[in-house]
């Protein structure tokens, strides 16, 4: 599997699509290091699917360019298509086939000779757990089954490339779990891997890099810690033992700490970030004692206080003023729309 000389998989530059008069994607740039996990990283009607789908030649760039390991993603579609393989958000396998049927068609489809596509479904059906399931229907799989099966279809011939879009949506944390533990083991063959995704643990668990995408633009690109350290040295999370004394303490963190405090759903929870350092010189430890202090002597009890990393949570909402969940009234859930509708037709 031989990356481009630049040692990049992709690379785009001013990246646009528009669907009338919503730009989805607004002047994306991406340079993603072959042979790793790349998290692009963004709420519903970010633009993630709609910048899938223009690498991966099923849609045409309004503007700008692409590169898949050198190849134009316009001009040069047959090769990139030879390369990449794509995984969408919903399963691409015939219901009504069993496992075994559906990975030895689409084997045969491939240029897989008959024993061949045999012993390659055999194979996967081995490798992602789902040997007991191979001769059942795949309309009587779980949610986590199908997006294994979906998966080992798109590997059936190991690509250079492999698009995940959204993968483990609608699953639960054991599936999840499943899913991760095949992407560390398809990036382990040299394959790489750009997953979208709106869960930040799972951008956190999997990519190397993260590109967090807001209404069609990249507003932030880096290593995880690169992103997490780009809004402050850490969190201060506390939980109070009364709940009713939580307002007070908001307004005595954001005084002590001179940063927004974020009430958290448990009612006795609060998170502040810190940054690398205060105007009088203190680090992040010592703005957290002082604001221990300060709680303590305005008669406050806290329960349980820790300082740690920011989380990709917080690294979001710092940078876009929402949380991934959120859908834009007057751009986003627009471009939502457009997303949803382009993978129906795909």
Not at 149 to 158: F, V
Not at 300 to 321: K, W
Request: glycine letters at 10%; hydrophobic letters at 40%; proline letters at 3%.
């Amino acid at each position: 599997m031989s990356a481009h000389p630049s040692g990049l998989a992709i690379e785009t530059a001013g990246l646009v699509k528009t669907f009338g008069t919503t730009r989805a994607v607004d002047g994306v740039d991406l340079s993603v290091p072959a042979g790793t996990v790349y998290g692009v990283l963004g709420p519903n009607g970010a633009g993630k699917t709609t910048t899938v789908k223009m690498l991966a030649t099923l849609l045409r760039p309004d503007g700008g360019q692409a590169h898949v390991f050198g190849h134009d993603v316009v001009r040069e579609a047959d090769q990139v298509r030879s390369r990449v393989s794509l995984t969408g958000q919903y399963a691409s396998v015939d219901e009504d086939l069993t496992g075994t049927e559906n990975l030895v068609l689409l084997a045969r489809l491939l240029g897989h000779g008959k024993r061949a596509a045999q012993l390659r479904a055999q194979q996967l059906l081995e490798a992602f757990g789902l040997t007991e399931a191979a001769g059942k229907q795949v309309k009587h799989y779980s949610g986590g089954m199908r997006r294994r099966i979906d998966i080992a279809a798109s590997i059936l011939n190991t690509p250079d490339l492999l698009f995940l879009d959204e993968p483990t949506t609608g699953l639960d944390p054991r599936s999840r779990n499943h899913v991760w533990d095949i992407v560390r083991a398809v990036v382990a063959q040299g394959t790489t891997v750009l997953l979208t995704t709106q869960y930040l643990d799972e951008a956190d668990q999997l990519a190397s890099r993260i590109a967090v995408i807001d209404r069609g633009k990249v507003i932030a690109e880096g290593t995880k810690g690169e992103l997490k350290s780009s809004v402050g040295a850490g969190s201060v999370h506390l939980r109070l033992r009364d709940p009713e004394q939580r307002p007070q303490a908001r307004e005595v963190l954001r005084l002590a700490l001179d940063a927004d405090v974020q009430l958290e759903p448990d009612p006795v929870a609060l998170t502040a970030r810190v940054g690398t350092g205060s105007a009088n010189g203190q680090g992040a430890a010592e703005q957290a004692a002082r604001a221990l202090a300060e709680l303590a002597r305005s008669g406050i009890t806290v329960d349980n206080f820790s300082l740690g990393q920011p989380s990709l949570d917080e690294v979001f909402l710092a940078l876009t003023g929402h949380d991934t969940q959120a859908r834009d009234t007057d751009g986003a859930a627009g471009t939502a729309g457009h997303d949803t509708k382009d993978e129906a037709a795909a």
